[in-house]
């Protein structure tokens, strides 16, 4: 394992004057395009710090849709290059809309669509292999993490290839609000989260660039570095 080396990763995010995206980091309890640490939104039968409690693993990674798992720049891959690879490819797509709700994604809460999309799949397909010749090859412990889930035989394949299971078929777009919850839990803070969401998604959210994130290296957060609007 090679923990001091830097990570990126290719992700949706709301834009950051969005309401969606404040509220979302307000939940979360960190901003991750301005460090800021915002009030929490009140949520019935949620204190401050149960909430902080369920929204641990989220918040290092920031509020996101995966489209390209975190990754190691590859040897002689430079970020400069990564950055001008995002631009030519957002600049190949055009905008659409989703419709999102709060959704129980195995024991996970997180805002996911409420129909599938061909647009939402094809984006992050493309992600996927526009943006794996920047991929180092997965270490011993990134293998043994990503390798101890019970993955199904297609995405032992899928990490194998691409380094990370959840890609193409296996693919799900969602944007996580909590850590593994226990079913109960979840049964009761589903409703909850719906509500406080709710009035942000009953319109349709812009799906209209991607944002490069960047990890210093595994113990610390994610940041949003750069945004690349759709042509």
Known sequence: MIPMQPRYAIYFAPAPTSALWQLGSAWLGRDAA????????AVP????TQA??????????????????????????????????AARFAATRAPFAVR??????????????RC???????????CVREFEPFRALLDVGERTRRHQNGLSPEEERNVTEWGYPYVFEQY?????????LKPEVCETLEP???????????????IASICLFHQADRTRDFWLVRRFPFA
């Open 34 to 41: 301005t460090g800021e640490v915002p009030p929490r939104p």
């Open 116 to 126: 599938a999309s061909r647009e939402l799949q094809d984006l992050a397909d493309g």
């Open 172 to 180: 799900r777009f969602h944007m996580t609000l909590t850590k593994r």
């Open 100 to 113: 999102l709700g709060v959704d129980d994604l195995n024991g996970f809460l997180a805002l996911r669509p």
């Open 45 to 48: 039968g949620v204190s401050v």
């Open 52 to 85: 902080d409690t369920l929204t641990i693993p989220p918040r290092q990674y920031g509020f996101h849709a995966t489209l390209k798992a975190p990754f190691r720049l590859r040897d002689g891959a430079s970020a400069g290059d990564l950055e001008a690879a």
């Open 192 to 206: 909850a989260l719906d509500s406080l969401f709710r009035p942000l998604l009953d319109e349709p959210v812009m």
